[in-house]
């Protein structure tokens, strides 16, 4: 048997991540630089809650503002409001998943697929710290 520290054999043993790269096994795929990924995700986290609120006051609701007819007609107002109401809501749905994410890393779940545990390619966290599934499964769900 290859001592890797995948997930399934650690739960075999009943053992943490930590314990298995102490008794110096082989750590594949989950040997992840969780420090580094917790940084990505934090400043990504930032990121979206200053775009956030900068762009607060364009999704607040449309005010006929008589100075500024002619020049931004409300139609086009109403539009704008609507793709800044957009905009929030997908920095929403990256924040929850940002979140849950980082709570992966606090219980030595990150980097593991939510839906079937297998190892996520670090090539597929690299590109989005905060995804939660392999590509089998992101590819099954999306069929
Ligand atoms: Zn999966």
């Known amino acids: 048997m290859t001592a890797t520290c995948s997930k399934r054999y650690l739960s075999s043993l009943g053992r943490t991540a930590a314990a298995c790269y102490e008794a110096g096994m082989t750590a594949g795929e989950n040997n992840r630089d969780l420090a580094a990924m917790s940084e990505r995700l934090l400043t990504r986290r930032a ?16 005010e006929l503002d008589q100075s500024k007819v002619g020049r931004l007609s409300r139609m086009d107002a109403m539009q704008d409001q609507a793709m800044a109401q957009e905009s929030e809501r997908r920095r929403k749905g990256e924040l929850l998943r940002i979140g849950a994410a980082l709570e992966r890393i606090k219980s030595d779940d990150y980097g593991y697929c ?3 545990d297998e190892d996520i390619a670090q090539a597929r966290l690299d590109l989005d710290p905060a995804v939660a599934t392999c590509i089998n499964c992101a590819s099954r769900s999306k069929s």
């Open 47 to 62: 990121e979206l809650r200053a775009l956030s609120d900068s762009a607060r006051d364009s999704r607040k609701p449309v």
């Open 114 to 116: 939510v839906s079937c």
